[in-house]
C-alpha cells in the first residue's frame, strides 16, 4: 500500500510543481507566520494529537460529512494538544484547504499528515499553515530524510519522524539531532492489522537513540488507539504523544468523542 500512495504522490507533486512555484508559496499570508511548538505542545498537555481524516485505505469511508471548521474546533476546546490534518486526496480524502482551514479557525499545532517526499511539499506545508510535517522513514532514503529534515528546520517546522518497525531504528539514529517527535506507527501497512505492542517493543531503543543525540524530542505511538486503558498504559511506559483518527472520527460527534475520551485521562 505504502509502494502504491508513494507511486502516486510522485505523479501528483510532479503535476503539482508544474502549477504552483516556490516563489508563489512564499508569498502566502501563513508562509511568514510563527509557527507553535508540537514538542512543548505534547509536553504540557493531554498529548493527544487528534486527526481530521474522511477516509483511509484500510477503513474505506470514515465520515465524509464533517465539517473541518467544527471537528478541529471542537478537538482543540476537547483538550487536544495538537491536531493533525489529511492533506492527501487520492488515499484519504483529504485536502490542502482543509489544513489552511483548521489553521485559520485554531491556535494549536498543526501537523500536515501526508507523505513528504519532495521539499515543494514542505513549502507548501509552510504555505497552508502547518507547525510540524512528516517524515516515514520507510519511504525516505536516510539522504532524502536529512534533506527534508534539513529543509523543514530552515523553514521553521518541527519534524515528526515515523517509523514503522525496528529496522528504521537506524534511520532515526541518522536525524535523531534535528527531530522534534519520533513516532512509532502501531499499523502494519501489509496487512493493515494494528499491534501496540509495536509501540510497547520499541520505546526502549528509541529513547536509548534519544540519550545519545542529546535531543530531548518527543515520542508518540500512532495508529489503533481506540481504549483508555492503552494510552494509559502507553503513557506509563513513557510515551507522550498519542495520534488517533478512527476512534474520533467514526463517532457522529467527533469533538464529543475525544472530549469524553481525553476527560478520562
Ligand atoms: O490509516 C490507514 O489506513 C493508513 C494506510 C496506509 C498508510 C497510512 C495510513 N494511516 C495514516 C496514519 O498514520 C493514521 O491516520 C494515524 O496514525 C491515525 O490512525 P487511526 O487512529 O488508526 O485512525
Known amino acids: 500500500m505504502l509502494e502504491k500512495i508513494i507511486l ?22 501563513f508562509f511568514n507566520r510563527k509557527t507553535i511548538s508540537f514538542k512543548n505542545a505534547i509536553r504540557n498537555g493531554s498529548g493527544i494529537i487528534a486527526e481530521f481524516k474522511r477516509k483511509s485505505p484500510s477503513k474505506g469511508i470514515i465520515n465524509d460529512s464533517v465539517d473541518v471548521i467544527e471537528i478541529t474546533q471542537g478537538y482543540a476546546s476537547a ?20 489544513l ?14 501526508d507523505f513528504m517526499i519532495d521539499e515543494f511539499q514542505i513549502y507548501r506545508a509552510k504555505a497552508s499553515g502547518a507547525d510540524l510535517i512528516l517524515l516515514i522513514a520507510a519511504v525516505l532514503s536516510p539522504k532524502k530524510c536529512l534533506e527534508l529534515a534539513q529543509k523543514a528546520k530552515e523553514l521553521n517546522l518541527e519534524i515528526l519522524l515515523e517509523i ?12 535523531a539531532h534535528l527531530v ?22 520499541l520505546f ?5 537513540i534519544k540519550q545519545g ?5 518527543v515520542v508518540i505511538s500512532e495508529s ?28 457522529q460527534n467527533p469533538a464529543k468523542a475525544c472530549k469524553e475520551f481525553i476527560e478520562k485521562l
Not at 100 to 113: F, G, Q, T
Open 8 to 29: 502516486h504522490k510522485h505523479k501528483e507533486v510532479a503535476l503539482l510543481k508544474k502549477e504552483i512555484s516556490i516563489e508563489s508559496l512564499k508569498q502566502k499570508p
Open 79 to 98: 483538550g487536544a494538544s495538537a491536531l493533525s490534518v489529511l492533506t492527501d486526496t487520492e488515499f484519504f480524502g483529504g485536502q490542502i484547504s482543509d
Open 100 to 113: 489552511e482551514i483548521a489553521r485559520s479557525y485554531n491556535e494549536i499545532p498543526i501537523l500536515r499528515k
Open 164 to 175: 514503522h518497525a525496528e529496522e528504521e531504528l537506524e534511520q532515526v539514529k541518522e536525524i
Open 180 to 201: 522534534d517527535a519520533v513516532g512509532v506507527n502501531n499499523r502494519n501497512l501489509k496487512t493493515f492489522t494494528v499491534d501496540i505492542e509495536e509501540s510497547m517493543r
Open 204 to 208: 526502549d531503543k528509541i529513547q536509548k
Open 213 to 217: 543525540s542529546k535531543n530531548d524530542f
Open 224 to 251: 489503533g488507539l481506540s481504549e483508555v486503558e492503552t494510552v494509559l498504559k502507553l503513557k506509563e511506559k513513557g510515551f507522550q504523544g498519542f495520534l488517533m483518527g478512527e476512534h474520533f472520527m467514526k463517532h
